[in-house]
């Protein structure tokens, strides 16, 4: 089920005691935590050459020898080692022989089929034995780091090289872990605990634990379930352990405290996307590396905190523990004021080349398309020609023929000297008569009136219909006048042609009448009868193609005064209204810049593509102020995708990159699981807040706030508060029931009552 998109919250104003910048232990868990722990090291040592930073402490714990020996090698060539402890399985016959001692909460078939590789390879109960294993070693190095940053000297120098003061009176612990993987989601909350043991035994201040556990899903479909069900069981333990009273894994100290049975104090989950390559991987823990600096070390702290501030905040909850999410997008200052100066021009001039008519070619167009298009009119050679057989059908030649033969009876009973004369009369009568029969001449000619009446609303339909999806599937909309342009002269050869043999027909039919035009001679016979027969036949069949062709020529020209109809009431007031919208892009005037005509079209199909403005919808409506966001917006990103190919704007980590529009992409990507939304614009301090707040409120709504800092990046943080752990796990089962069923086998333990 859905549970709504979130709902955009009241800014908070910020107050000074929410910037308390904070002592902070983080602890990167597997392969995806230890590398985002990696990542924000590089940071904060390019943000703070050669600083030792003592109270910015870090852990990383794998159960992959290997990726161990890389993390440490990484982080030495970074400037400052990061302790590690790796933790590896052992072998099956070692834990046969004390079995005992793990049998009572991991299952037989766990513990009997240990990996030959030592990795946990994606199972949470092969994570938390890695963790029982070694907990000895990581209690030591947790101890050794919580003791370093605790260190009065460590905070002296930390606060003297970055220039922030440091809150003596308690201290952070943040987990970075992968929830999807077997390591971090076997043991997480287990080293949550044995922070808060370390803690309270030592008597240490008190510790705010949070954690970012990140999720994706890789475009294999067998793993995607395996690592899909792992968030789940992740996050149905979570859910079983928040509860007050609940049974505490792994304690055996005794906590003052009544919320100790909380592993957390806050949990972010981070979702990456599905059918992920390592490089969206690596895009994901980058944005959480940068999210984790924001929130540790610069201004943006003060807002963050603020959002945090019970007092302050009214979301209520849904249940006793909810997550968090967020999403980020940055981009270099430099590029996108370069961006910006050029979104109005490059919109502009879009939008007058759509409101431009080409040049008349005499050239008809030869697409699939527009051949179906004339096909369906009926507007070919053959067509014309074909039209009086195929209105003629085997029903109505037939009612042709029981007239015919009424017209015979009624000749033979006269005594006219003229048989055609006398034919030409009755026929004249019984057409100008109304008449109820259905085999009669008046019905007959009155029925394919109508008929070819009625189908020029059809041909006029059919065409709009034609012209709409030609600027729906990006064509310009001077094509559909010119298309116009050729179907009017379409017509004129079909009106020729219909002519011509309308032309025919009478030639036929006069020579008929010219034939027969002497009386009666002799006493009737059997020959004379059917001779006077046939020539009634023959008469009124060619009297009805004549009426058919008339009839169809009718047609033809009403449907081609009417073509130019349709222009005006469609096309001409799309033309002025892209006039006008290429005047509001740039601020009320048009643009006179010159744009290359490779740029131009290079933007025609990133609008196609992107979705995102509908050039048809405008053949009903005029442009509204949306339409001018909408194009500003995505001319802005077509301008930065386009410089990200461009060294002087090519840093992965500020151009922004991705099909999805600058800032529309900060949004978390866990979407459709209620709460509330909360928007910051992190901006250096020569940005205008004002004009990132109105900007940021049309995308985002009320919910946006802004602080500046010295940085040269533009930083968009959207964050989700309130998410419900059932409404999270609807979302990532995509209600699939083997993956919930897949979920329940995965526990960590099997000595809890899940």
């Not at 609940?246 to 592993?263: C, E, V, Y």
């Not at 949990?267 to 599905?274: I, K, M, N, P, Q």
């Not at 919808?617 to 930065?640: G, I, K, M, Y």
Request: a negative charge; aromatic letters at 6%.
């Amino acid at each position: 089920m859905l549970h709504g998109t979130a709902s955009p919250l009241t800014p908070i104003q910020s107050q000074p005691e929410d910037l308390q910048y904070r002592p902070t232990l983080f602890v990167g868990v597997g392969g995806l935590g230890n590398e985002t722990i990696v990542a924000l090291n590089q940071r904060l040592q390019q943000r703070f050459p050669n600083a030792k930073l003592p109270a910015i402490q870090y852990l990383c714990i794998d159960t992959d020898s290997e990726n161990i020996s890389v993390l440490r090698r990484r982080s030495a060539g970074n400037g400052r080692s990061i302790p590690t402890v790796s933790a590896p399985l052992r072998t099956t016959q070692d834990y046969r022989k004390e079995s005992s001692e793990h049998l009572t909460w991991l299952g037989r078939r766990w513990l009997f089929n240990i990996p030959r590789s030592g990795r946990v390879e994606g199972m949470r109960p092969l994570g938390r034995l890695a963790y029982v294993d070694h907990v000895d070693d990581i209690r030591t190095e947790l101890k050794s780091c919580l003791t370093t940053l605790l260190n009065s000297e460590s905070l002296k120098l930390t606060s003297f090289e970055t220039g922030l003061p440091l809150d003596t009176n308690s201290i952070d612990v943040c987990f970075v872990g992968s929830t999807s993987g077997g390591t971090s989601s076997g043991c997480l909350m287990d080293v949550a605990w044995l922070v808060r043991e370390l803690a309270s035994n030592g008597r240490m201040l008190p510790v705010r634990i949070s954690s970012v556990l990140l999720h994706g899903t890789s475009n294999n479909r067998q793993s995607a379930d395996m690592q899909d069900a792992n968030t789940v069981s992740f996050l149905q333990e979570l859910q079983h352990f928040s509860v007050t009273g609940a049974q505490k894994p792994g304690l055996t100290s005794r906590f003052s405290n009544s919320d100790i049975s909380k592993p957390f104090d806050e949990t972010t989950l981070v979702h990456f996307g599905d059918d992920l390559s390592e490089r969206d991987f690596s895009e994901g823990v980058n944005k959480t590396a940068e999210y984790l600096e924001l929130k540790t070390l610069t201004a943006a702290r003060q807002e963050m905190n603020s959002w945090r501030n019970p007092e302050r905040t009214h979301i209520e909850e849904c249940c006793d523990t909810t997550l968090r999410s967020f999403g980020l997008a940055t981009i270099s200052a430099d590029a996108w004021e370069v961006a910006d100066s050029g979104t109005g021009p490059l919109a502009s001039a879009a939008l007058s080349l759509w409101a431009k008519t080409p040049v008349e070619s005499q050239e008809s167009p030869n697409s699939d398309e527009w051949i179906s298009l004339i096909d369906q009119l009926g507007l070919g050679e053959e067509a014309i020609l074909q039209t009086i057989p195929a209105v003629l059908d085997f029903g109505r030649t037939r009612r042709m023929d029981e007239y015919a033969n009424t017209v015979w009876q009624r000749i033979a009973q006269a005594n006219a000297e003229s048989l055609t004369e006398q034919i030409t009369n009755i026929v004249r009568q019984d057409t100008s008569t109304p008449s109820t029969e259905r085999n009669s001449i008046a019905a007959l000619i009155e029925e394919l009136r109508t008929e070819q009446h009625r189908k020029v609303s059809g041909d006029l339909q059919l065409t709009e219909t034609f012209l709409r999806q030609m600027v729906e599937k990006g064509s310009r909309p001077g094509h559909a006048t010119s298309a116009i342009t050729n179907l009017t002269r379409q017509l004129g050869q079909a009106i020729e042609i219909c002519e011509t043999q309308q032309h025919d027909l009478q030639n036929v039919f006069q020579n008929l009448c010219e034939s027969n035009s002497a009386g009666r001679t002799g006493q009737p016979n059997e020959t004379n009868h059917s001779a006077l027969r046939g020539l009634c036949r023959q008469y009124c069949m060619l009297f009805t193609g004549q009426a058919i062709c008339q009839f169809l020529l009718g047609r033809l020209q009403t449907f081609r005064k009417a073509l130019p109809q349709l222009h005006d009431a469609r096309f001409a007031p799309l033309r002025d209204r892209l006039n006008l919208l290429a005047m509001q892009v740039t601020g009320g005037e048009l643009s006179n810049a010159a744009m290359p005509p490779q740029m131009v079209e290079g933007f025609e199909a990133s609008l196609q593509t992107s979705g995102r403005f509908k050039l048809s919808s405008l053949l009903d409506r005029d442009a509204t102020p949306a339409d001018v966001a909408v194009l500003r917006s995505e001319a802005n990103n077509f301008l930065l995708l386009s410089m990200s190919r461009n060294s002087e704007f090519s840093d992965d980590d500020v151009v922004a990159r991705g099909r999805e529009s600058f800032p529309a992409n900060a949004r978390p990507k866990l979407q459709n699981v209620g709460g509330g939304q909360r928007v910051l614009a992190v901006i250096p301090s020569h940005q205008p807040a004002d004009y990132w707040k109105s900007m940021l409120k049309s995308e985002f709504g009320a919910c946006v706030s802004t602080c500046s800092t010295e940085t040269d990046g533009i930083s968009i943080v959207c964050e989700t508060e309130g998410i419900s752990i059932p409404a999270a796990i609807d979302m990532l089962t995509h209600m699939r029931p083997h993956v919930l069923e897949l979920a329940g086998r995965l526990h960590s333990r099997q000595d809890v009552p899940w």
